[in-house]
């Protein structure tokens, strides 16, 4: 009961989960569909970026999980949403490691996953009233 004053009087309709899942399929969308042109457009940018510094470093892109450090790449990875799906979907990432760079690359791109969650996160947040606009 005490959630459904709240909602009302914030004055949340809809549904407030779209910002969250938009934000987590496509970096900056979440920002966007809150009205946040700017922030939005500097998130896309920076996670876009920093995907593509990695995957030009021939950085890997994990896709099982044989240990615990697997697996943190992979949820870091997953974070990019429909760019890691397309990604592996494309073969990209999935080479053998050959060079040394690869390891700077492979943090890159799980550095922008897990930015783009927390990106996710905040434009959830703007859209609940959380945080103000």
């Excluded at 999980?65 to 990209?92: E, K, S, T």
């Excluded at 922008?112 to 859209?127: C, E, F, K, Q, T």
């Amino acid at each position: 009961m005490a959630i459904e004053q709240k909602t009302k009087s914030s004055g949340v309709q809809g549904f407030v989960y779209l910002p969250l899942l938009a934000g987590w399929l496509v970096p900056g969308a979440g920002h966007l569909l809150v009205g946040k042109w700017g922030r939005g457009s500097l998130i896309a940018i920076s996670i876009l970026s920093m995907f593509a510094l990695g995957i030009a470093m021939q950085g890997k892109l994990h896709s099982s999980a044989h240990d615990i450090l697997d697996l943190l790449g992979l949820v870091g990875d997953l974070g990019n949403g429909l760019v890691y799906i397309i990604a592996r979907m494309l073969g990209i990432g999935a080479d053998m490691v050959q060079v040394t760079t690869a390891d700077y690359g492979r943090i890159f791109i799980v550095g922008a996953g897990l930015l783009n969650v927390i990106s996710a996160v905040d434009a959830h947040n703007l859209r609940t009233g959380r945080k103000p606009l």
